[in-house]
């Protein structure tokens, strides 16, 4: 009987577990995680969980019950240290081999750390442990301030003032989520922080750190000192790639594989966070940082086990939800073709296209459900529309689908 082994205790390993129980499969399933729980959503660590509205088993990938019910054994607690793919063995932890026909690497990515920057005060978040820590820090009065102005730093900054907390934001981009979502979403980002009262410090780096007898003292690149009490250190990630590496897989970035999730060594898949997966709509290798994107890894995976060899297309999507605000994207938003704005940037409202080739690539709305609920069924069939269309508020995209008639007609085909 085959077993398959998977490493990493996050949505995407416990997907690829549900994933291969409801595709039939009867073999040994073994989940090694590093960390002490059950395998969990990430999302709700900067957002509900750590405003403290949401408890923890609202958030685990599968109830308790079901790994023992669907014979899937947990090894919580426990790291892989070593990986052999010639002898498709790996070395634990607690020094037990497990052998196995094929191996699925979850093991996400951890939080950029800075030099010079920790102690009883500092915080990264990314675990469940960061967020209990950093939620018990966010008293009324107390004056946090976060490096980085980013998904998660923009996230806490909304929970932190919802809290009564003082909160600063030091973003070296002239704007937070610039960058990636464009100027609008940036200087909406920027103006609704700063009716809650967060500041924003943009185009400004702090450069050391220092512990005084009541808090931290922050020296930034031009010379000020701004105090503290708690900092979150918020500037990205790492992927923990470093088992692959030493295994001799190829890594860059990630651990790279081909559109079907397999990795250089035989019988490897990596999915999640930690994977470089080429896709065809990118036309190369691209590694994200979605939830959803890692569930649909770990779905894909289970089936591509199984022997159902499909490439992975999916559409990336994510979302960020800030006060009463969300963020939600779909495709590439990477700055390819042509940008379209749709709505009002005004009015904080609106959708911003990627248009290459007569067709939508990617879309980020702020505030705009039915936008990206339309989007996502354009994008699924070949579709052709002007910038001017898009522009247009009056035009509803749901004219860019087939009419019924055509689409009977074609399914007949
Ligand atoms: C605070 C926060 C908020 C987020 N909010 C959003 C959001 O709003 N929308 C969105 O789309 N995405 C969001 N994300 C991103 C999303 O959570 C991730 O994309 C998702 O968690 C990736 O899942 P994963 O299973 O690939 O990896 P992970 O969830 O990182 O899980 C990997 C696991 O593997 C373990 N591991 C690593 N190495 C080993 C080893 N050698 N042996 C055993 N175990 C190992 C790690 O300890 C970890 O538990 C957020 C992430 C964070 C941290």
Known sequence: MSRFVLVGGG???AATATGLREEGFDGGI????AEPHLPYERPPLSKEYLAGT???PSFRANPEAWYADHDVELVLGTRVDELVPAEHRVRLSDGRSLGYDALVLGTGVRARTLD???GERVHALRTLADSERLRGRLTAGRHLVILGGGFIGCEVAAVAAGRGVRVTVFEPEPLPLGRVLGAEFGRAVVDIHAEQGVEFRTGQVVTAMTETSSGLALTTRDGGVVECDELLVGVGSVPNAELAAAAGLEVDRGILTDEFGRTSAPDVHAIGDVAVRHHPEHGGPV???????AVKHGRHTARVLLGHAEPFTEQHFFWSSQYDHMIQSLGRIDGEGET???GSVEDRS?????LVDGRIAGMVALDRPRDLLATRKVMAVPHRVTADQLADDDFPLKSLLP???ARRSEARR
Do not use: N, P
């Open 403 to 405: 009419k019924a008639g």
């Open 11 to 13: 949505v995407a390993t």
């Open 340 to 342: 379209v704005i749709r």
């Open 54 to 56: 949401v408890d923890r």
């Open 287 to 293: 590694r994200v940082e979605h939830h959803d994107t």
């Open 116 to 118: 010079g920057f920790s």
């Open 30 to 33: 073994v989940l090694v995680a």
């Open 350 to 354: 609106f959708t911003r296209f990627s």
